[in-house]
T-cell receptor, first 114, second 109 residues
Framework: ETGVTQTPRHLVMGMTNKKSLKCEQH?????MYWYKQSAKKPLELMFV???????ENNSVPSRFSPECPNSSHLFLHLHTLQPEDSALYLC?????????????FGPGTRLTVL | GQNIDQPTEMTATEGAIVQINCTYQ??????LFWYQQHAGEAPTFLSY??LDGLEEKGRFSSFLSRSKGYSYLLLKELQMKDSASYLC??????????WGAGTKLIIKP
């Protein structure tokens, strides 16, 4: 248990569906992140939030829409996804953005787009 | 562009020592991290280096040479539970983490 939870753990959706991924951290951290992890590829940073404000959007397609209502919760809203979006989506949090602050990861949501 | 290189896969024997290398080219440097990720699980933090030299933490040690853009993770007295992927990540000048693709370590009895 890292103190970061994600739901659902597995999700299968069609290209026309709309779904949301949820992340919650119980660590009192100020920064939260969404990553995409595909097989044998580096982790891809998607979005960064610091104190609920989005500080980074790494050219992510608009079919992925993040939401951060407070410092403890982070959502990733999905719509009209493509099969190549199938991957493990990891949420992480850290105390801040700099210094030693290591990131604590949730277990991920395994997403399959049909 | 920014790049982190590490071997795709390594095999070692239980009880032995293994060194996993990581080389990087990034725009700026604000620290290097090693994470462990067991199959189907979240990555977990192992070590952090920001100054040159060796950081030792139990059976695991991590080394950094900033001038060479090089780090390694040294695992001693290998145990079966050490079978996992090991991820190298560098924090660049914008404080973003740039990740390697990971090294899958297979431990054989």
């Amino acid at each position: 248990e890292t103190g970061v939870t994600q739901t659902p753990r597995h999700l299968v959706m069609g290209m026309t569906n709309k779904k949301s991924l949820k992340c919650e951290q119980h660590l009192g951290h100020n920064a939260m992140y969404w990553y995409k992890q595909s097989a044998k590829k580096p982790l891809e940073l998607m979005f960064v939030y610091n104190f609920k404000e989005q500080t980074e959007n790494n050219s992510v397609p608009s079919r992925f829409s993040p939401e951060c209502p407070n410092s403890s919760h982070l959502f990733l809203h999905l719509h009209t996804l493509q099969p190549e979006d199938s991957a493990l989506y990891l949420c992480a949090s850290s105390q801040g953005l700099a210094d030693v602050n290591e990131q604590f990861f949730g277990p991920g949501t395994r997403l399959t787009v049909l | 562009g920014q790049n982190i290189d590490q071997p795709t896969e390594m095999t070692a024997t239980e009880g032995a020592i293994v060194q996993i290398n990581c080389t990087y080219q990034t725009s700026g440097f604000n620290g290097l991290f090693w994470y462990q990720q067991h199959a189907g699980e979240a990555p977990t933090f192992l070590s952090y280096n920001v100054l040159d030299g060796l950081e030792e933490k139990g059976r695991f040690s991590s080394f950094l040479s900033r001038s060479k853009g090089y780090s390694y993770l040294l695992l001693k007295e290998l145990q079966m539970k050490d079978s996992a992927s090991y991820l190298c990540a560098v924090r660049d000048s914008n404080y973003q983490l740039i990740w390697g693709a990971g090294t899958k370590l297979i431990i054989k009895p």
